[in-house]
C-alpha cells in the first residue's frame, strides 16, 4: 500500500515572515523548489485566481512530459482557467479539489475532480489519495497563507522551507507564510545556507513528539 507523500511548503519570505509587500526573487525561488523533484505541486485557489489574468493571454506549450501533477484546492469552485493551466508547460495535467458543498461545476468542464470533505476540502484525505492514486511519493505546497495554515493546524507538514529576504514589506496588511494558523508548533532546523543578495535559505521539520 503507498505511503502518504511528503508534504513540503516552500516559501518566499521577507524578515517579518510576509509574502507580500515586497519582490522576491523568483529565479532563486524556482531554483531551490527543485530541491524536491515532487509528483505534485499543491496550490490554493487565490494562489491561481491572482494569475488567471496572465494565463488567459500566456503561451501553451502543452503539458509537460514527467512534470508534476498540479492540484488546486478550488473549495468554492472559482477557477475557471483550468486548459490554460494545463497547457502551461510546467505540469503534466492538473486536479481539481473540491468538497461535497462545493457549487455545480459547469456542463462539459473536462478538468479531473477529487471531491472530499463535505463544507471544506479535506486535505488529509487529499494527500492519502494522491499518494494512492496518483502514486505521489512528494507533494510541494506553493500557496499562500491561507492552505499553508490549514495544513500546519492539521499537522500535515513533514518540511517548511522558507527562503528569507533581507527586507521589510512595504504597506499594512502584509500576508504571512502561517496564515491565520494559531496552534502552538515547535520545528527543528536542519539546515540553513546564505546566498547572494543576503538571502537564507531554511528548512525545518516538525520537531519530535510535538
Same mark, same amino acid.
Given at each position: 500500500m503507498p505511503k502518504e507523500p511528503y508534504v513540503v511548503a516552500h516559501v518566499a519570505v521577507a524578515l517579518d515572515g510576509a509574502t507580500t509587500g515586497f519582490a522576491p526573487d523568483?529565479?532563486? &525561488? &524556482? @531554483?531551490?523548489?527543485a530541491t524536491?523533484? @515532487?509528483? =505534485? !505541486?499543491? !496550490? +490554493? *485557489?487565490? !494562489?491561481i485566481l491572482a494569475q488567471e489574468?496572465?494565463?488567459?493571454?500566456a503561451p501553451r506549450p502543452g503539458p509537460a512530459d514527467g512534470g508534476p501533477l498540479l492540484a488546486v484546492v478550488d473549495g468554492r469552485g472559482r477557477v475557471t482557467e483550468w486548459e490554460a493551466l494545463r497547457e502551461a508547460g510546467h505540469w503534466s495535467d492538473v486536479l481539481a479539489l473540491h468538497a461535497r458543498d462545493t457549487p455545480p461545476r459547469? *456542463? +462539459?468542464? !473536462? =478538468?479531473?475532480?477529487l471531491v472530499t470533505g463535505r463544507e471544506r476540502v479535506d486535505l488529509s484525505a487529499v494527500l492519502r489519495a494522491l499518494g494512492e492514486r496518483h502514486g505521489a511519493r512528494v507533494v510541494r505546497v506553493d500557496s499562500g497563507g491561507a492552505l499553508l495554515g490549514a495544513l500546519l493546524e492539521a499537522s500535515l507538514l513533514d518540511e517548511v522551507s522558507l527562503l528569507v529576504h533581507p527586507c521589510l514589506p512595504s504597506g499594512t496588511g502584509n500576508r504571512h507564510w502561517r496564515g491565520s494558523a494559531t496552534t502552538p508548533a515547535r520545528f527543528d532546523l =536542519?539546515?540553513?545556507?546564505?546566498?547572494?543578495d543576503g538571502l537564507v535559505w531554511s528548512r525545518y521539520r516538525p520537531a519530535a513528539g510535538r
Open positions: 523568483a529565479a532563486r &525561488y &524556482y @531554483e531551490l523548489a524536491w523533484n @515532487e509528483d =505534485v !505541486t499543491l !496550490t +490554493g *485557489a487565490d !494562489t489574468p496572465a494565463l488567459a493571454s459547469r *456542463a +462539459g468542464r !473536462t =478538468v479531473p475532480e =536542519v539546515g540553513s545556507r546564505t546566498l547572494a
